[in-house]
């Protein structure tokens, strides 16, 4: 695979099993440009040591008076500085080949990743660690990738020059034999607190990125309540636990620099010492003194590579163990329910892909959303709606994700089995299709979840709003239907005051919408969904940053556009409750009562404390209520708290819904 060549067709499956196995898996997916590049440093590293014997050969000839022999030594020095200047070219090409074309690997492993997950993925795993992984973790996992043909042609060419040394004088290369292992296994003992103080290091350093990503995006809220220096003083506290973490960890590298520098040293006067003592006895030569001191210097540099190896393994073990533990993420976690699941998944969508629909059902919980009606569900735990919103989109959590929050439960929606097996939550059905068994296309189509804090990416309005789509609902009825007049009024009086040209589509947004407000952002992502038109639409709390006059017209338009889809909006707000054609009301992550927003206010208190924010339930209903129910003033809320003309909280919220 040349640079020239990227992005891959396909990455591959990689083994996540753990980190030593993701990097074996990179390097095995890598195997011709390991070799390429191992080939490669053995021709510069073989040239390289060979000067000793071209040198010891020249220092004999001038000894023995000898100028043939002498010009035959100054040939082959020019011929190995030839091959030493072509090997190490190429060598550092192939090599920076691997590192380059490994890092794009894992990125596209990981944006492949992100893709199925969706914004799942940060509820899984930490947005400080995804940040590491996707930028210094990438780095390091190619690090070690290009160092790995290095350090190959390295131990060839060592082993190579100390069997060469036994043969050609014996005395001296048994030395070095025994020597060279020994510096190389000098720094062992030394490598497992370097890597700790390393992985401390890394870990202190996500902390501080998650932190300064937090403050930075709540930047907004944390100036409105004054809240800067408090976040400012605990980010340069992380600050300084990374720098000591990052002191602590270069000192014991340090340390490893220096035993690789002494100890060769010490084998070097070792040698010299020995080999003087036999050349005055003159039981060797002076050449093949100088040819073995030479060997002995140039071999310091192939074991440079012993250091840089142990170096990049150190630091990329954790980080391809956070970059599996990532691409170990499932959007499945639920096994078969029978033979014909599967052939239910597949005939979901054919070849020609057809959308496929029906009742959408959530079997953890009970939830059950009629097919082409409006079902609101009511969550006194926003936590537990968004989970339940990433289980409705056919996201299932992992084993041992919300444990003892979502039980398991039994039930039957279209003939779909609803049963947990092996303690694992089972994925929502769509007309009795396991959404976790669908091809991922498939149910993305099928069904689109907009979570509580949606992202609007930075460029054009039309840009933002160029998503794929069914082509029935257009651009403009989505932005009506979304109540975003005022929004686009003030893009375009940006986008005069910026460029002179006053169509709002093509107004600029500034990442992730900091320009505008929270209502603002909200009600434009609600256009975004709303233009794709999918077979069922997933809201979770769509306007709760927009006041009651707009979120009234948004109700409205929403039950008009999405006519005869299925659409569940996650909400506690009287105005969209009061539009719904059905309530679910989820209580300790179970579908506790359904029916209309007004029957449930009379019937449910649990639910009317959540809508109206009252008090805990009282032991018995007051008496007042109870003749309030009778006289009829308030029917259908009969709310602690109501005067006799039934004008209390719920009558009052039941009021503005029917005016609304």
Same mark, same amino acid.
Request: charged share 20%; with cysteine.
């Given at each position: 695979?040349?640079?020239?060549?990227?992005? !891959?067709?396909?990455?591959?499956?990689?083994?996540?099993?753990?980190?030593?196995?993701?990097?074996?898996?990179?390097?095995?997916?890598?195997?011709?440009?390991?070799?390429?590049?191992?080939?490669?440093?053995?021709?510069?590293?073989?040239?390289?040591?060979?000067?000793?014997?071209?040198?010891?050969?020249?220092?004999?000839?001038?000894?023995?008076?000898?100028?043939?022999?002498?010009?035959?030594?100054?040939?082959?020095?020019?011929?190995?500085?030839?091959?030493?200047?072509?090997?190490?070219?190429?060598?550092?090409?192939?090599?920076?080949?691997?590192?380059?074309?490994?890092?794009?690997?894992? *990125?596209?492993?990981?944006?492949?990743?992100?893709?199925?997950?969706?914004?799942?993925?940060?509820?899984?795993?930490?947005?400080?660690?995804?940040?590491?992984?996707?930028?210094?973790?990438?780095?390091?996992?190619?690090?070690?990738?290009?160092?790995?043909?290095?350090?190959?042609?390295?131990?060839?060419?060592?082993?190579?020059?100390?069997?060469?040394?036994?043969?050609?004088?014996?005395?001296?290369?048994?030395?070095?034999?025994?020597?060279?292992?020994?510096?190389?296994?000098?720094?062992?003992?030394?490598?497992?607190?370097?890597?700790?103080?390393?992985?401390?290091?890394?870990?202190?350093?996500?902390?501080?990125?998650?932190?300064?990503?937090?403050? +930075?995006?709540?930047?907004?809220?944390?100036?409105?309540?004054?809240?800067?220096?408090?976040?400012?003083?605990? !980010?340069?506290?992380?600050?300084?636990?990374?720098?000591?973490?990052?002191?602590?960890?270069?000192? =014991?590298?340090?340390?490893?620099?220096?035993?690789?520098?002494?100890?060769?040293?010490?084998? =070097?006067?070792?040698?010299?010492? !020995?080999?003087?003592?036999?050349?005055?006895?003159?039981?060797?030569?002076?050449?093949?003194?100088?040819?073995?001191?030479?060997?002995?210097?140039?071999?310091?540099?192939?074991?440079?590579?012993?250091?840089?190896?142990?170096?990049?393994?150190?630091?990329?073990?954790?980080?391809?163990?956070?970059?599996?533990?990532?691409?170990?993420?499932?959007?499945?976690?639920?096994?078969?329910?029978?033979?014909?699941?599967?052939?239910?998944?597949?005939?979901?969508?054919?070849?020609?892909?057809?959308?496929?629909?029906?009742?959408?059902?959530?079997?953890?919980?009970?939830?059950?959303?009629?097919?082409?009606?409006?079902?609101?569900?009511?969550?006194?735990?926003?936590?537990?709606?968004?989970?339940?919103?990433?289980?409705?989109?056919?996201?299932?959590?992992?084993?041992?994700?919300?444990?003892?929050?979502?039980?398991?439960?039994?039930?039957?929606?279209?003939?779909?089995?609803?049963?947990?097996?092996?303690?694992?939550?089972?994925?929502?059905?769509?007309?009795?299709?396991?959404?976790?068994?669908?091809?991922?296309?498939?149910?993305?189509?099928?069904?689109?979840?907009?979570?509580?804090?949606?992202?609007?990416?930075?460029?054009?309005?039309?840009?933002?709003?160029?998503?794929?789509?069914?082509?029935? +609902?257009?651009?403009?009825?989505?932005?009506?239907?979304?109540?975003?007049?005022?929004?686009?009024?003030?893009?375009?009086?940006?986008?005069?005051?910026?460029?002179?040209?006053?169509?709002?589509?093509?107004?600029?947004?500034?990442?992730?919408?900091?320009?505008?407000?929270?209502?603002?952002?909200?009600?434009?992502?609600?256009?975004?969904?709303?233009?794709?038109?999918? $077979?069922?639409?997933?809201?979770?709390?769509?306007?709760?940053?927009?006041?009651?006059?707009?979120?009234?017209?948004?109700?409205?338009?929403?039950?008009?556009?999405?006519?005869?889809?299925?659409? +569940?909006?996650?909400?506690?707000?009287?105005?969209?409750?009061?539009?719904?054609?059905?309530?679910?009301?989820?209580?300790?992550?179970?579908?506790?009562?359904?029916? *209309?927003?007004?029957?449930?206010?009379?019937?449910?208190?649990?639910?009317?404390?959540?809508?109206?924010?009252?008090?805990?339930?009282?032991? $018995?209903?007051?008496?007042?209520?109870? $003749?309030?129910?009778?006289?009829?003033?308030?029917?259908?809320?009969?709310?602690?708290?109501?005067?006799?003309?039934?004008?209390?909280?719920?009558?009052?919220?039941?009021?503005?819904?029917?005016?609304?």
């Amino acid at each position: 695979m040349h640079i020239r060549d990227l992005p !891959y067709p396909d990455p591959g499956l990689p083994d996540v099993r753990s980190g030593p196995h993701f990097l074996w898996w990179l390097g095995r997916n890598q195997l011709g440009g390991q070799v390429k590049s191992a080939l490669w440093g053995l021709l510069h590293m073989a040239a390289l040591v060979s000067f000793p014997v071209a040198i010891g050969f020249g220092v004999q000839a001038v000894v023995d008076g000898s100028g043939g022999r002498l010009a035959l030594a100054g040939g082959l020095i020019a011929g190995l500085t030839a091959l030493t200047a072509l090997g190490d070219t190429m060598l550092h090409r192939a090599a920076i080949t691997n590192w380059i074309t490994a890092a794009a690997r894992v *990125q596209q492993l990981l944006a492949r990743k992100a893709v199925e997950l969706g914004s799942t993925l940060t509820r899984r795993v930490a947005a400080g660690e995804v940040v590491a992984v996707s930028t210094g973790d990438v780095e390091k996992i190619g690090w070690f990738v290009e160092a790995l043909s290095r350090f190959t042609a390295a131990a060839i060419t060592t082993v190579g020059v100390c069997v060469a040394l036994i043969v050609y004088q014996p005395a001296l290369g048994m030395v070095v034999a025994l020597g060279v292992p020994a510096l190389a296994l000098a720094v062992f003992p030394l490598l497992p607190r370097a890597t700790r103080r390393a992985d401390e290091q890394r870990e202190k350093a996500g902390r501080a990125t998650e932190l300064a990503s937090d403050t +930075v995006a709540g930047l907004r809220v944390l100036r409105g309540i004054g809240g800067e220096e408090l976040f400012l003083d605990r !980010y340069r506290r992380a600050s300084q636990e990374v720098r000591t973490a990052a002191v602590r960890s270069a000192r =014991m590298w340090a340390l490893i620099a220096a035993v690789q520098v002494a100890l060769p040293g010490l084998l =070097m006067i070792g040698v010299v010492w !020995y080999g003087a003592t036999l050349a005055r006895e003159g039981q060797i030569s002076v050449g093949e003194l100088v040819t073995v001191y030479s060997a002995v210097t140039f071999l310091l540099f192939p074991l440079r590579n012993f250091e840089e190896i142990a170096m990049a393994y150190s630091f990329s073990r954790p980080s391809a163990r956070r970059a599996a533990r990532v691409l170990g993420l499932r959007r499945s976690s639920y096994g078969a329910e029978g033979p014909g699941a599967g052939a239910a998944a597949d005939g979901a969508d054919g070849a020609g892909g057809e959308r496929f629909g029906g009742d959408l059902y959530d079997p953890a919980s009970g939830v059950l959303a009629p097919a082409g009606q409006l079902t609101a569900v009511v969550c006194g735990d926003p936590d537990l709606a968004g989970r339940l919103a990433d289980r409705l989109g056919g996201h299932a959590p992992d084993d041992g994700d919300n444990k003892g929050e979502d039980d398991k439960a039994e039930g039957e929606a279209g003939g779909g089995a609803a049963e947990s097996e092996s303690g694992r939550t089972p994925s929502a059905l769509l007309g009795g299709v396991r959404l976790d068994e669908v091809p991922l296309a498939s149910a993305r189509r099928a069904v689109l979840v907009q979570d509580k804090d949606p992202v609007l990416l930075s460029g054009t309005l039309a840009e933002l709003l160029d998503v794929p789509r069914s082509g029935a +609902v257009t651009v403009t009825e989505a932005l009506e239907a979304a109540q975003c007049g005022d929004v686009l009024d003030a893009l375009a009086q940006a986008s005069v005051g910026g460029s002179g040209e006053a169509d709002p589509l093509h107004a600029r947004i500034t990442e992730r919408g900091r320009s505008l407000s929270g209502g603002q952002r909200q009600r434009l992502a609600l256009a975004r969904s709303l233009v794709t038109d999918p $077979e069922v639409l997933v809201l979770d709390e769509p306007t709760s940053a927009v006041d009651s006059h707009t979120e009234a017209r948004v109700a409205q338009g929403l039950r008009r556009l999405r006519t005869g889809r299925t659409t +569940v909006v996650f909400t506690s707000s009287p105005l969209l409750l009061d539009r719904a054609d059905r309530v679910v009301f989820v209580r300790d992550g179970k579908a506790a009562a359904a029916g *209309q927003h007004r029957e449930l206010l009379g019937t449910e208190y649990a639910y009317r404390a959540v809508v109206t924010r009252e008090p805990d339930e009282p032991d $018995e209903p007051a008496e007042a209520d109870l $003749e309030t129910d009778r006289d009829g003033n308030g029917a259908g809320y009969g709310a602690t708290g109501h005067d006799a003309s039934g004008r209390g909280a719920a009558g009052q919220i039941g009021k503005i819904g029917e005016s609304a």
